[in-house]
């Protein structure tokens, strides 16, 4: 009987520790990072993060390994002109998806320790509130070539 009891209370505690292991589902998609200008110490990242789990996923740091710093920005009209604000609060509710777009939300890579290149990889970190980490590479992208090429073509 002692048998059984302890096989059922391990049971339980791995149960539970299998739900806050997969409280936070995040899925992370589509991440770049676009070239700077050689003499900039910041770049901008994009990408989409979407909460595959059935609760709120609170994100609470973003990491990258090229800078010193790495935030959320938001991009908000205020009386006609275009702001950047820093998001405090990152909450994806379940089933839903945070776009980080040109143009709009970004990644905001902050006192860069080297010169980016086309092609350079950058790892991101993201951390919840739930002490989970997911990594993810994203590519530098040079978009002026992107620019460029498009005129050369009219």
Do not use: C
Not at 3 to 19: C, E, G, N, Q, R
Not at 34 to 43: E, L
Not at 58 to 66: A, D
Not at 110 to 125: E, Q, Y
């Amino acid at each position: 009987m002692k048998f059984i009891f302890k096989s059922v209370s391990l049971l339980f505690a791995f149960l539970s520790l299998a739900s806050v292991g997969f409280a936070s589902g995040l899925e992370i998609e589509s991440a770049w990072v676009r070239m700077p200008p050689p003499v900039s110490d910041t770049a901008a990242g994009y990408m989409v993060i979407k909460n595959t789990s059935e609760q709120k996923t609170f994100v609470e740091s973003i990491s990258s390994s090229v800078s010193e710093s790495t935030e959320f920005h938001s991009m908000v009209i205020h009386e006609g002109m275009m702001h950047m604000n820093k998001m405090e609060n990152v909450v994806i509710k379940p089933g839903e998806s945070l776009v980080f777009d040109v143009g709009g939300n970004h990644l905001m890579l902050i006192d860069l320790k080297k010169v980016l290149r086309a092609g350079d990889k950058v790892t991101f970190t993201i951390k919840t509130r739930d002490n989970i980490a997911y990594e993810m590479d994203a590519e530098v992208r040079d978009m002026r070539k992107k620019s460029e090429s498009m005129h050369h073509h009219h």
